[in-house]
């Protein structure tokens, strides 16, 4: 009977931690850094959320999509500046080179917010959810700050 015991043990053990390698091992390879959200000055509906990724594979992957519970929608956006006015171009997928950081910042990739669920407050934490077409889904915290005042 204890023999049996410890060989079940075994099988829920190795299951477990064999059957979380994979997720793990893909996201391994793309790092997210410096994540935070800066709210909209014109309007409480709307914030944008930057932040950098790091590729660390051999092979390139493309950022597919975001979604965060903070907000009804969140669009991968890319802003051009055309005749001294700003156009944001909404794309369907970022690509990150292999070996290679991408950054999203405020003058250029970023991610718009659209219809936040509740109003977002200077120093709290939202969620995101990236999705890669090869590393798949990550979690990334990222901090609510207001930049042009300096308090980021």
């Given at each position: ?56 594979g051999e092979e ?80 990334v915290s990222a ?10």
């Amino acid at each position: 009977m204890t023999f049996l015991k410890g060989i079940i043990c075994a099988i829920v053990f190795a299951t477990a931690f064999y059957g979380a390698a994979p997720a793990q091992q893909a996201n391994s390879l793309i790092d997210i850094e410096d994540a935070w959200v800066r709210m909209s000055k014109d309007s409480g509906e709307l914030a944008s959320a930057y932040f950098t990724i790091l590729n660390k594979g051999e092979e390139k992957d493309f950022l597919v999509g975001v979604t965060s519970t903070a907000s009804e929608r969140a669009l991968l956006q890319e802003l051009r500046i055309k005749n001294f006015r700003a156009q944001y171009n909404s794309i369907t997928k970022l690509e990150v080179g292999a070996k290679a950081r991408r950054r999203l910042s405020p003058d250029g990739y970023q991610v718009t917010l659209q219809g936040l669920t509740r109003p977002l407050r200077i120093g709290e934490s939202i969620s995101l959810t990236l999705t890669f077409e090869r590393a798949g889904r990550i979690e990334v915290s990222a901090k609510v700050s207001n930049q042009m005042l300096g308090n980021r």
